[in-house]
């Protein structure tokens, strides 16, 4: 058992150095699976979810090999089967990515349902959709297996998404990127690393065209050569960070960002009175010098603010005087954090997608849990501004997709340790 505890109360101060973005990350490595030849992947975060991927791959017979602590070599050459069932693939979400790739290899995938955070229905029915149009039939095994499978080699075709879904998206260009003929998703997901991921195909000889826009045409290639390829940062990362210096009205220069990717989260904060300066690739967040004020979000598909940066601000929202609502567009049921947050005295109501924050009064230390990753990162940001030591169990969701968040955290100041307890049946946890 580990554990977070958090001494609170101190402003952060100084920079950060974002790491390379999880959920392009987790997309890029198994995207490799199409590449004909081995490819080098730098600025890896170095997080649970890439380590799981990576194994995922090697069970699958790719040579995965760890040059450093942010570059991976990869040599899918070797694959010989078009599975991917075994227990380490329900232990994340982005593992379904393994269809779109595997159909794209080999016309056919059967992988297991994914797992990851669980914050309600997580359907994947336009993935499936997206599949179907290009030829592809699935059935599900045993209520547990994907089978996808075409009889001949996928062909192109128009997609419209009814819903502008990130890994809908993603898994309709891997399938598509060696399909015969012309692939256009209509409605797709623009989010950083849909370009990222699109980006890295075409240095491969992918043909794909308009990723960060509405429409993404794809034409199919025969052959994928290797490259060496580098992800961008993480927006999600970087984001927690410049939330974390305004609730703590720290001043925190965010660095190794594009601070393209962070104008939504950046408008908000400017909004609520902190001071932001942008450089080419870093943002300074200025929150020592004025009161915060209160303001209204709605989590919208990118360029949209992200869903993924909801509970961070939902904390720093609690230590802003008035009344805040937060408005969760992207998912059904992304406040079960909620209730961790009022242990710690937050006034917060949730009726719907609705979050009623009475901010303003002081949060105070109780132990707390991690109820999935970002919910995680909300915590800490509480507990940094809470009076007392805070403890936060479940932290697995959190090193699942923050790349040292203690060190990280300690360098700016940050009274924050990772703590081993040991359970035992009679004595609860004792450290
Ligand atoms: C990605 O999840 C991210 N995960 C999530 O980040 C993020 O919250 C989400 O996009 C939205 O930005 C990864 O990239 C690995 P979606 P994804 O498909 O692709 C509905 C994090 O914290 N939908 O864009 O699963 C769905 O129910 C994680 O880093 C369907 O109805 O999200 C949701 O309401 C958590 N049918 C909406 O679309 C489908 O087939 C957005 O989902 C697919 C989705």
């Not at 080419?280 to 009161?291: G, Y």
């Not at 109780?366 to 800490?380: F, Q, S």
Request: charged share 20%; net charge neutral; with cysteine.
């Amino acid at each position: 058992m580990e554990k977070f505890v958090i001494n609170g109360g101190r402003a952060l101060d100084g920079e950060v150095a974002i790491s390379g973005a999880k959920n392009a990350a987790v997309a890029i490595i198994p995207a490799v699976i199409l590449c004909d030849e081995p490819c080098r992947i730098e600025n890896i975060p170095n997080i649970s979810d890439v380590t799981l991927i990576g194994r995922i791959l090697q069970e699958m017979g790719a040579v995965v090999k760890r040059v450093n602590k942010s570059t991976l070599d990869i040599d899918p050459r070797h694959i010989a089967s078009c599975s991917a069932t075994s227990e380490l693939v329900r232990g994340m979400r982005a593992s379904y990515y393994l269809l779109g790739a595997l159909l794209g290899r080999c016309h056919q995938a059967k992988v297991c349902l994914p797992g990851g955070c669980n914050f309600g229905a997580r359907p994947i029915d336009l993935h499936l959709k997206g599949f179907a149009a290009l030829g592809a039939r699935h059935e599900l095994v045993n209520g547990a297996i994907i089978d996808v499978k075409s009889e001949q080699k996928l062909h192109g075709n128009n997609i419209y998404l009814d819903f502008a879904s990130v890994g809908a998206t993603i898994n309709i260009m891997l399938a598509a990127v060696k399909a015969e003929g012309q692939t256009i998703i209509e409605n797709a997901a623009k989010e950083p690393h849909i370009v990222d991921l699109a980006n890295f195909l075409n240095s491969m000889g992918a043909s794909i065209r308009g990723a960060g826009t509405d429409t993404i045409k794809i034409r199919g290639v025969d052959y994928l050569h290797g490259v060496t390829y580098s992800i961008i940062p993480d927006q999600i990362e970087a984001g927690t960070y410049m939330c974390a210096a305004a609730a703590t009205r720290g001043k925190v220069l965010v660095k190794n960002i594009t601070p393209k990717h962070l104008e939504s989260i950046s408008a908000k904060l400017r909004e609520i009175g902190c001071e932001i300066k942008e450089y080419d690739e870093a943002l300074l967040v200025d929150a020592s010098k004025m009161p915060l004020n209160r303001c209204n979000i709605k989590t919208m598909p990118h360029p949209g603010f992200p869903t993924d940066c909801q509970p961070q601000f939902t904390a720093l929202l609690c230590t802003v005087d008035g009344t805040s609502i937060m408005n969760e567009s992207v998912w059904d049921n992304r406040y079960q954090y909620v209730s961790e947050l009022t242990l710690m005295g937050a006034h917060i109501s949730v009726e719907g997608r609705l979050a009623i924050i009475e901010g303003g009064s002081r949060l105070t230390a109780a132990p707390v849990k991690a109820t999935d990753l970002r919910a995680g990162a909300a915590m800490i940001i509480a507990g940094l501004c809470a009076d007392g030591t805070t403890e936060i169990s479940s932290i697995q969701y959190i090193e699942r997709g923050y790349e040292d968040i203690v060190g990280k955290l300690t360098a700016l100041g940050a009274d924050i340790k990772k703590v081993y307890f040991e359970q035992s049946a009679d004595q609860g946890l004792r450290a």
